[in-house]
């Protein structure tokens, strides 16, 4: 379809898509429930999105032969972004070495030279200030990873403060607008755009638990989006497009399949027309319905 046209400049493209794909709890929700021998999970996310996001290369660097295998699994035009290992953003205490630079290059290295590499997510806890040694910190990061497209998720609310959006901008930082629960001290919602790349990640709002020591994975990101919450973040979502050159949306609220729910239902607010869902998400969310078109007319999860 032809680039819609808005307010001002056109909206650049946007992709929507989930974080991760391989969760046990989509099974019989957003995946068949009796999957055949040889079902390909990956392979059947790219028929409903036409991108995805690597959580798994936050906690161990990915490996070129898994990442060459995603490739060889999706489309042509299927983009991945990969979440920065944690011992470059939660383990600081010490420098890290060219070696494990090299390493973490290596394995997205397939992905950079098919260009389907959408960006790299560098994601720091609340802990992380916008400080002296917070910019240092940075510095180094681009230093080593300079020719890929980073972007920096922080969650405390001293990053909205202009010095700290001028460092993320003048070294070429993207920013990610998140949805978290609210509080005091955290970044709030926002449509920033300080590099070419524009990013939003929505984590859910369930504030009893994402606060809570004893609470697990699913616990934190158990949270389906109402209608009304969503349509807060379209008008954001365009107002980042028209800014960004490619803007990425992913939903992180994974459990029981509540991502690609909502998922669906932002990329079809966003394209105005009903979307392919899955028959087992309309049986585990009705509200789907309204938004479901016949399947088997073609890939979607891209606006141009």
Not at 67 to 80: G, H, I, K, M, N
Not at 232 to 257: C, D, K, L, P, Q
Request: net charge neutral.
């Amino acid at each position: 379809m032809g680039e819609p046209e808005r307010a001002g400049r056109p909206v650049g493209p946007i992709r929507v898509g989930t974080s991760g794909w391989s969760y046990a709890d989509w099974a019989g929700r957003f995946y068949p429930e009796g999957r055949p021998r040889g079902f390909d999970e990956l392979a059947y996310l790219a028929r409903y999105f036409c991108c995805v996001e690597i959580n798994s290369s936050f906690y161990r660097p990915p490996s070129p032969r898994s990442v060459t295998s995603w490739l060889q699994r999706t489309p042509a035009d299927f983009e991945f972004t990969f979440k920065l290992h944690q011992r470059f953003t939660h383990e600081r205490e010490s420098p890290w070495t060219a070696e494990e630079v090299a390493e973490y290059r290596r394995g997205i290295e397939p992905a950079f030279r098919a260009g389907r590499l959408g960006a790299v997510l560098v994601q720091f806890p609340w802990s992380f200030r916008a400080d002296r040694e917070a910019f240092r910190h940075l510095e180094a990061i681009r230093r080593d990873f300079g020719d890929l497209p980073l972007v920096v998720e922080v969650r405390h609310v001293g990053w909205l403060s202009d010095e700290a959006t001028g460092f993320l901008k003048d070294r070429g930082f993207g920013f990610c607008n998140i949805d978290q629960p609210a509080s005091s001290s955290g970044v709030p919602p926002m449509s920033l755009v300080t590099s070419p790349v524009g990013y939003v990640r929505l984590h859910g709002r369930n504030f009893e638990t994402w606060f809570s020591r004893d609470a697990d994975r699913d616990a934190r990101y158990d949270y389906l989006y109402s209608e009304s919450e969503l349509e807060e973040w379209i008008e954001r979502i365009r107002r980042i497009a028209r800014a960004s050159e490619r803007t990425y949306v992913f939903t992180n609220n994974h459990h029981r399949g509540q991502a690609p729910a909502n998922a669906l239902q932002i990329l079809s607010r966003l394209s105005g027309r009903r979307v392919a869902v899955p028959a087992t998400l309309v049986e585990s969310y009705p509200f789907l319905d309204s938004i479901a078109e016949t399947e088997g007319r073609g890939r979607q999860g891209r606006l141009f």
